[in-house]
């Protein structure tokens, strides 16, 4: 290890060390050793166009040469006006308002205190938030509070906040029991509600797929129910849309495709394209009207040093330009990994294959607990190197997030490697 740099979810005395990465290209990752690794995992799920795209590229180069960073109080710029328009129209239906941040724990941590002090701005006292067993929202306290409990907030239970959790309806290529799972996540969430109608602030949710609680993914169906529940008994719908923005689920937003319209939604990863920290907040116009006021103890008192830098906005723009010159690859890549899946289905040591756009993952039989810890997410990172493959399994989930810039050829290269793998 660097004598000097502390790596993200690393226990240093056991990690083996990091790999250097002297370049990157398309879908490759260049090692400062000349091996060449296929990134399968965008990145931690960033990377939508390929590394070092020629044109996001360009576009920070342009950009940082006119306007590289100014306070966003008080000062506006038009890289934001431009960008909070695309993401309005794209978004469409009631989302008006685009509150801009720098990662994803932000903009869930936004999301929560616009929700919260939305009841607050109307002399309501909503104490708690509803969520789901499994959900992963971010690392800061208020987003590790709306997530599941689990090691990595373990040693913080004591600073986080009471949440209500529901099960997640989760299903997979042959599950039979979705409908009944999702009656009965439906019908605590009316209990819950029922009970106490003026306790909660809102629902939170990963839409379509909980990313790092092990890929699980849900139907549109659940979350037009969620929708309908929630306009019934009265509270928010929250989308946290940071991984499943900008084309991942095979549409634009897990919300354009399961035809939901929630309150409000973070988006974060894919943002820039993979290219720079960026986030945004996106909410209807009704709660921002209930901020719009003449008293200054309703104004939204968040922001950060670097809210809407100029380069983020420039990277994004130009990103969601190459978005809509590929839409048809982010539509179809479902059905490419649907057609691996033939080779797969039947493997003994796998279960539970799934897919939704772009994310293709599976669950690898294991006799131990299958949880983060579980000794096969090493051994199989370690294996896959050996194969010039980047994959970093959660606990025994193997799953596939690759660039959208991926060929044919190099997606089944991955899937012969992870045959070889197994
Ligand atoms: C990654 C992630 C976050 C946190 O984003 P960071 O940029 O890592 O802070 C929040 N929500 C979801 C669904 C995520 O996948």
């Not at 002090?117 to 104490?127: C, G, L, M, P, S």
């Amino acid at each position: 290890m660097h004598p000097h740099i502390w790596h993200p979810y690393t226990q240093a005395k056991t990690a083996p060390l990091p790999l250097k990465v002297k370049s990157a290209k398309g879908v490759w990752l260049e090692l400062e050793d000349g091996r060449k690794v296929i990134d399968c995992i965008s990145s931690w799920w960033v990377n939508l166009h390929g590394h070092s795209h020629p044109i996001i590229a360009e576009a920070i180069y342009q950009q940082a040469q006119r306007l590289e960073q100014v306070i966003f109080a008080g000062f506006t710029h038009e890289p934001a006006e431009k960008l909070a328009e695309q993401l309005v129209a794209r978004l469409s239906g009631r989302f008006n308002r685009v509150f801009f941040s720098d990662n994803g724990s932000t903009a869930v941590e936004v999301a929560l205190k616009m929700a919260y002090q939305y009841w607050v701005n109307q002399q309501q006292k909503r104490t708690t938030f509803i969520a789901f067993e499994g959900a992963y929202h971010g690392d800061t306290f208020g987003a590790m509070s709306v997530g599941a409990r689990s090691l990595f907030s373990d040693a913080f239970s004591d600073w986080l906040t009471a949440v209500e959790f529901l099960p997640f309806p989760n299903t997979y290529i042959g599950d039979t029991q979705v409908e009944e799972k999702e009656t009965q996540a439906i019908a605590k969430l009316e209990s819950l509600l029922a009970k106490n109608p003026d306790r909660y602030a809102g629902i939170i949710i990963e839409p379509l797929v909980q990313g790092a609680g092990g890929m699980r993914m849900g139907r549109p169906e659940f979350l037009q129910q969620l929708r309908r529940v929630a306009d019934q008994f009265n509270t928010l719908l929250i989308f946290d849309e940071v991984m499943t923005g900008f084309g991942r689920t095979g549409d634009w937003f897990a919300c354009t495709k399961a035809q939901v319209e929630p309150d409000i939604i973070c988006l974060s990863k894919g943002l820039t394209g993979g290219f720079l920290p960026f986030a945004v907040t996106v909410c209807s116009e009704a709660i921002y009207e209930a901020f719009y006021s003449d008293d200054p103890l309703k104004t939204l008192y968040h922001g950060h040093s670097y809210t809407a830098n100029p380069l983020g906005c420039a990277a994004a723009l130009a990103s969601l330009e190459l978005m809509m010159e590929n839409e048809s690859v982010f539509r179809t890549m479902e059905l490419k990994h649907l057609g691996h899946f033939q080779a797969l289905q039947n493997h003994p040591k796998l279960t539970n294959l799934r897919v939704t756009g772009t994310i293709a993952a599976m669950d690898i039989v294991t006799e131990d607990q299958p949880n983060y810890l579980n000794h096969i997410a090493a051994e199989i990172r370690q294996r896959s190197i050996e194969q010039g493959l980047l994959l970093r399994p959660l606990g025994n989930v193997l799953y596939l997030m690759p660039p959208y810039c991926i060929t044919d050829e190099e997606l089944a290269e991955i899937y012969q490697g992870i045959q070889t793998i197994l």
